[in-house]
């Protein structure tokens, strides 16, 4: 059997803080086959490599992203003196060496329109996994750069079809999930599945996991595996064949 892709979450953001460029680069030398990067719009438009809409869980501060201007982001100072990163900054570091996935905090579509425009304007369109939560999203980005590879992050399973006549390429599915009677159509097909491990119905916090949990995912033969800790997956893949695709295509290590 071939191992997953493996995707790292944020970054490296077992050790690193998440979506910064350490982190980044981190998950890069750990080996990391397409590194996570979120992204969120500021008061002025800019593409925002940031998780939550605020700031409390990083720093503290209850301040919302859609409020702050990006001089006001880029004043933001986190634990070690790390600075929140731009889209366009996490990007220009990644994809020179691998293959990002942009992950669309937002379901409107001007978040969209702002992601596909930065990542032409980086000429990275064939670098770039863009992850969207409805189908107008999907259906929106595939208009605008038809090369663009694009994940789901179904809202509902049973939507499945939506999402791929849209343009979907990979489907997201919540670790907890790969035993649900609702999910079971869409883990058993023939379609791409990437595994964002923890959260929903886990002991983990989301993209966290164990060994014993990583090897029954691998039990399920997803394409790819979203974590905190791509050493984690790599470790537990070592008796693995290498992934049996590059990470823009979809075969990502499901055969046998």
Same mark, same amino acid.
């Given at each position: 059997?071939?191992?997953?892709?493996?995707?790292?979450?944020?970054?490296?953001?077992?050790?690193?803080?998440?979506?910064? %460029? #350490?982190?980044? $680069?981190? !998950? /890069?030398?750990?080996? &990391?086959?397409?590194?996570?990067?979120?992204?969120?719009?500021?008061? @002025?438009?800019?593409?925002?490599?940031?998780?939550?809409?605020?700031?409390?869980?990083?720093?503290?501060?209850?301040?919302?992203?859609?409020?702050?201007?990006?001089?006001?982001?880029?004043?933001?100072?986190?634990?070690?003196?790390?600075? %929140? #990163?731009?889209? $366009?900054? !996490? /990007?220009?570091?990644? &994809?020179?060496?691998?293959?990002?996935?942009?992950?669309?905090?937002? @379901?409107?579509?001007?978040?969209?329109?702002?992601?596909?425009?930065?990542?032409?304007?980086?000429?990275?369109?064939?670098?770039?996994?863009?992850?969207?939560?409805?189908?107008?999203?999907?259906?929106?980005?595939?208009?605008?750069?038809?090369?663009?590879?694009?994940?789901?992050?179904?809202?509902?399973? &049973?939507?499945?079809?939506?999402?791929?006549?849209?343009?979907?390429?990979?489907?997201?599915?919540?670790?907890?999930?790969?035993?649900?009677?609702?999910?079971?159509?869409?883990?058993?097909?023939?379609?791409?599945?990437?595994?964002?491990?923890?959260?929903?119905?886990?002991?983990?916090?989301?993209?966290?996991?164990?060994?014993?949990?990583?090897?029954?995912?691998?039990?399920?033969?997803?394409?790819?595996?979203?974590?905190?800790?791509?050493?984690?997956?790599?470790?537990?893949?070592?008796?693995?064949?290498?992934?049996?695709?590059?990470?823009?295509?979809?075969?990502?290590?499901?055969?046998?």
């Amino acid at each position: 059997m071939k191992r997953p892709l493996v995707i790292a979450h944020r970054g490296f953001s077992a050790r690193y803080i998440e979506n910064t %460029l #350490t982190a980044y $680069r981190a !998950a /890069v030398a750990a080996g &990391a086959d397409i590194v996570e990067s979120d992204a969120r719009l500021s008061k @002025d438009g800019q593409v925002w490599s940031c998780h939550d809409a605020t700031l409390q869980r990083l720093i503290g501060d209850p301040r919302a992203i859609a409020d702050l201007t990006s001089s006001d982001l880029s004043a933001v100072e986190l634990p070690g003196g790390e600075r %929140l #990163t731009t889209l $366009r900054q !996490a /990007v220009r570091q990644i &994809a020179h060496e691998r293959p990002v996935l942009i992950d669309i905090k937002t @379901d409107d579509l001007d978040l969209i329109d702002a992601v596909v425009r930065e990542v032409r304007s980086l000429k990275a369109v064939k670098q770039v996994w863009i992850g969207a939560r409805s189908a107008a999203q999907i259906q929106r980005a595939k208009a605008m750069e038809p090369d663009l590879s694009l994940l789901a992050f179904l809202p509902d399973y &049973a939507i499945v079809r939506e999402f791929e006549e849209a343009g979907a390429r990979a489907f997201r599915v919540w670790e907890r999930d790969l035993v649900d009677e609702a999910a079971a159509p869409l883990v058993e097909s023939h379609r791409a599945i990437w595994v964002t491990t923890g959260g929903r119905g886990t002991p983990f916090l989301v993209g966290d996991s164990s060994p014993d949990s990583i090897r029954r995912i691998l039990y399920r033969r997803p394409s790819g595996i979203l974590l905190n800790d791509p050493m984690l997956l790599i470790q537990n893949c070592s008796g693995l064949g290498p992934t049996s695709a590059a990470p823009m295509d979809l075969a990502g290590g499901a055969s046998t």
